[in-house]
């Protein structure tokens, strides 16, 4: 393997904070490496070089035992917290309550690593990317799974020169990429958290996504994916982003948050334009997706999520996660119809039925899907007590 850094590898400064995030991570910047070596995917094809996008906070400690790697949803990238400038209007990144000294993943302890998937649209090479020619691979970029995420991650994992993750966790998909982690590299996870996740995806999680290609496909300036150069389908990733959003709420949070308000509170118009507050909502959420999203990376990502099934080339369920050597924390949210309690009782019953350790947690939040970025403090508490008692065992 050969890796080419892109930019100098300086440690992140976590010394400069602002005065009023005292327990912030400070000025971090992204970092870039190249990887001059193929990378063959589950679709049969090969990626022939890709580059990855990624982050660091803390320190590696000095027998490189301490590292954790967060692994981000549909929507992340490796920006999990932390600022990019002193300009007190930038939002941090996003995960930035979880991450820092004293913070779930304590970087005063750990060295905390996330970084852009493969096929995404922040750094790491994606349909955006250019191709050997010249030019953006657009459609002709190949299909990418979570396992061939993973297995990009584990490059740069070897380029860090870490033997063995301490944990490997995230939400949502990033929960899918721990567990596809224990199950291909069994003797480099220390733990897996699993929150807010599936171990596979449902016929209705299937029928979400593609409820948004549909829209990017039929917005016209999508032009087959062969859009860079001129307009981009703004209106038709917008839509799909509203859908999306929908099912990372829940019904009990879209009432608290809007009911039925009307945007000018006027009462109704009795036309097209927006009555309702949670209109307009969606339409700022749409808006604000596109700023920073690829339509094309949209399209890639679903799919490895539509793909998702970590019994996939193992069988069963069970027969994969036999291959796991690690204990594992499975979070389940009562208010989250987008990957339920039911499908997180799937692993925690393969597990349990294979006598591995696994601690499940099922925390009522009314905020659905995305309680796991809200619940700060509950959350903390969890995931936080979990690796505070492995970390004092490890050091026993």
């Known amino acids: 393997m050969v890796a080419i850094p892109i930019n100098p590898m300086t440690k992140t400064d976590?010394?400069?904070r602002r005065a009023y995030q005292s327990d912030s991570v400070g000025i971090v910047r992204r970092q870039y490496v190249h990887f001059e070596t193929p990378l063959a995917l589950r679709s049969g094809e090969t990626l022939e070089r890709f580059t990855l996008a990624y982050?660091?906070?803390g320190r590696l400690n000095a027998d490189r035992s301490n590292a954790i790697l967060i692994c981000h949803a549909l929507s992340g990238d490796a920006h999990v917290a932390g600022y990019y400038t002193d300009d007190p209007q930038e939002k941090p990144g996003w995960w930035d309550d979880a991450v820092g000294p004293g913070k779930m993943?304590?970087?005063?302890?750990?060295?905390?690593?996330?970084?852009?998937v493969i096929g995404g649209c922040q750094g790491s090479t994606g349909p955006a990317s250019l191709a050997e020619d010249g030019k953006p691979y657009s459609?002709?970029?190949p299909f990418v799974t979570v396992a061939d995420m993973v297995a990009a991650q584990r490059h740069l994992v070897d380029f860090l020169g870490i033997e063995k993750l301490f944990a490997v966790g995230g939400g949502s998909m990033g929960g899918m990429q721990a567990l596809q982690w224990a199950v291909d590299y069994p003797a480099r996870v220390g733990s897996v958290l699993f929150i807010a996740s599936t171990p596979r995806s449902s016929t209705q999680n299937i029928a979400f996504n593609e409820?948004?290609?549909q829209a990017i496909y039929a917005d016209p300036k999508w032009n087959n994916g062969d859009y860079y150069h001129g307009p981009r389908p703004e209106k038709g990733l917008a839509v799909a982003r509203m859908v999306g959003h929908i099912t990372y709420m829940s019904e009990s949070s879209l009432e608290q948050k809007f009911s039925r308000r009307t945007q000018n509170g006027n009462g109704l118009a009795y036309g097209?334009?927006?009555?309702?507050?949670?209109?307009?909502?969606?339409?700022h959420q749409g808006q604000k997706f596109v700023e920073r999203f690829d339509a094309n990376s949209y399209l890639y990502i679903t799919k490895a999520l539509d793909y998702y099934d970590v019994a996939d080339g193992y069988g069963s369920l069970q027969a994969a996660v036999a291959r796991a050597q690690c204990p594992f924390l499975v979070v389940s949210i009562s208010s989250d119809w987008l990957y339920t309690r039911e499908q997180a009782l799937e692993l925690v019953d393969a597990l349990r039925d294979l006598e591995r350790e696994v601690q499940h947690e099922h925390i009522e939040a009314t905020f659905g899907h995305d309680s796991f970025l809200v619940e700060v403090e509950t959350m903390t508490h969890i995931v936080g007590g979990f690796l505070d008692r492995l970390w004092e065992k490890q050091k026993a």
Do not use: H, K
């Open 55 to 57: 982050e660091t906070y």
């Open 14 to 16: 976590c010394t400069t």
């Open 272 to 283: 097209f334009d927006t009555d309702f507050a949670v209109e307009s909502y969606l339409q």
């Open 105 to 116: 993943f304590d970087t005063d302890r750990f060295f905390v690593i996330c970084s852009n």
């Open 139 to 141: 459609l002709r970029f």
């Open 211 to 213: 409820i948004g290609r």
